[in-house]
């Protein structure tokens, strides 16, 4: 297939699976950001994931504890979508594949960087 045709998005469809990223915890839900360079965007309402009424000064501590903080890998299914005036995703969690923070990912150093620690690390223990 052409070069373009990889590098295509999915098409959103209702039931399908996506794996994503926490983008956003609110007082009403998370969103999480699907695909590889910021495709698409949904939102799982905080109904989806307790069935407990909560307050909403309580929504981002029991999404954080029951999902994860921002920068944690989710896999998600898509519930319904409305494109009307702007594109909304609803999404149902399947499951919480790693909690990490966005802070984390963004200080964790490439494979290039890791190779230069490295190296300056046997340098050290050399001398």
Known sequence: PPLAALHRPRELEVGAAWEGRVAQITDFGCFIRMGQVDEHMGLIHISDISDDRLERDDVAAYIEERVGPVGSRVEVEIKTLAFKKSKRTSLKLLQVLSRERIEDLA?????????????????????
């Not at 190779?115 to 050399?126: F, I, M, P």
């Open 107 to 127: 200080l964790e150093p490439g494979p290039r960087r890791r190779a230069q620690l490295e190296k300056l690390s046997r340098l050290g223990k050399q001398e």
